[in-house]
C-alpha cells in the first residue's frame, strides 16, 4: 500500500479497513505488560467487558488473545518483541497493550517505538478530557475537548543516535565538520532529526480527517519552526499546503481568511512554546491537534 494516500483514497482505505472488522465477536490480541501492566491489563479487560454488555447486551462480546513482548516474551522466547506478536497485531487491524520495560541510557530499544515502526503506526491520537473530581492546573477545564495527533515514526522517534566516543559518532563529526563546518564537541552524543514530507503530510490529512469527521472547527498545527526551520518549519508549510490541495472544499488557513472561516475548518499554526500556555489558559480554543 502507498504509505502517503491522498485525502480520497486515505477515506476509501478506512472505510474498507471498518467493513472488514467482526463487529460482533471481534478477535483482539493484547500484550499484558511490565511493571504494573499485570495489576493494571486484568482490570482493564473487566472495565472493555463490562461497557460492551453495558451497551450491547449478549449480542457483542470481544474474544481477547494473549501476544508477548517485553520481559514475559523475553522470559518465554529471548526475544523482547517475537515477530508473531506483530503478525497477530497486523492480522486483526487491532491490538491493546500495556506499559513494557524500557532501560533508561542503554540496553535494549523502545520496544514501544519498534512495534510503532514495525506496523508504520504513524498518528499517535490521544483524545483530551477532564473528568470531574480529577485535579488539574487548567483554569476551566470543563473546556478542554481536544484531539492531538502527534507524529510517531519520525523526529526523535527514529532513534538515530549515535553513542558519545564511538567510532560511529566520531566518523559522522568528522564528516559534519569537513562537509558543513559544524563545530559539534567531540564529547557529544549526536543524534538526527528526519522529518519528511510523506510523513507531516499522512500525519496532517489524518488530523483533517478527522475534523471533517466529527465536525470539528479548528485545527492547529504545533511546531517550533521559529527555531528548527528546515524540519519543523517544513512541516508547518507543508501542512498549509495540504490544506490547500486537497482540502480547500472543508477547510482553510489563517493567512486566507484572517480568522473568518465561515462553515469552514480553520487551519492555523501555533509555536509550541505559546501553545502550551494557551492550551491551559483558552482550551477551548483547540480542537483537534497536529503536530511532530
Known amino acids: 500500500m502507498n504509505e502517503n494516500l491522498n485525502r480520497e483514497d486515505l477515506d476509501l482505505a478506512i472505510q474498507k479497513t471498518r467493513k472488514s472488522f467482526d463487529t460482533d465477536n471481534p478477535l483482539v490480541p493484547f500484550i499484558e505488560g511490565d511493571g504494573i501492566g499485570v495489576d493494571i491489563w ?4 473487566k472495565v472493555f467487558d463490562a461497557a460492551v454488555q453495558k451497551a450491547y447486551s449478549d449480542e457483542r462480546k470481544i474474544e481477547w488473545k494473549e501476544v508477548l513482548a517485553g ?14 506478536t506483530i503478525e497477530m497485531f497486523d492480522e486483526y487491524g487491532i491490538g491493546i497493550k500495556g506499559p513494557l520495560t524500557t532501560p533508561v541510557g542503554g540496553g535494549i530499544r523502545s520496544i514501544n517505538v519498534a512495534i510503532r515502526q514495525k506496523l508504520d503506526l504513524y498518528a499517535c491520537l490521544r483524545p483530551l478530557r477532564w473528568f470531574k473530581g480529577i485535579e488539574t492546573p487548567t483554569k476551566n477545564p470543563g473546556n478542554v475537548d481536544i484531539a492531538l495527533f502527534r507524529e510517531n515514526t519520525e523526529d526523535v522517534y527514529s532513534g538515530k543516535e549515535l553513542e558519545m566516543n564511538s567510532d560511529e559518532v566520531n566518523k559522522l563529526n568528522n564528516f559534519l565538520k569537513e562537509e558543513f563546518d559544524w563545530e559539534i564537541r567531540s564529547d557529544s552524543g549526536i543524534g538526527i532529526k528526519p522529518i519528511s514530507k510523506t510523513a507531516s503530510e499522512r500525519l496532517i490529512r489524518s488530523a483533517l480527517n478527522y475534523a471533517v469527521e466529527n465536525d470539528k472547527k479548528n485545527l ?22 495540504l490544506v490547500k490541495n486537497e482540502f480547500s472544499d472543508v477547510a482553510i488557513s489563517w493567512d486566507d481568511c484572517k480568522g473568518d472561516s465561515g462553515n469552514k475548518i ?5 509555536i509550541a512554546d505559546a501553545f502550551l500556555q494557551q492550551i491551559l489558559i483558552k482550551p477551548q480554543e483547540f480542537d483537534v491537534i497536529a503536530t511532530t
Open 42 to 45: 486484568p482490570a482493564s479487560q
Open 71 to 84: 520481559q514475559k516474551a523475553f522470559d518465554s522466547t529471548k526475544e523482547w518483541l517475537p515477530e508473531k
Open 220 to 241: 492547529a498545527i504545533v511546531h517550533k519552526g521559529n527555531i528548527m526551520k528546515f524540519t519543523e518549519g517544513a512541516f508547518r508549510a507543508w501542512g498549509y499546503e
Open 266 to 270: 480553520l487551519v492555523q499554526d501555533v
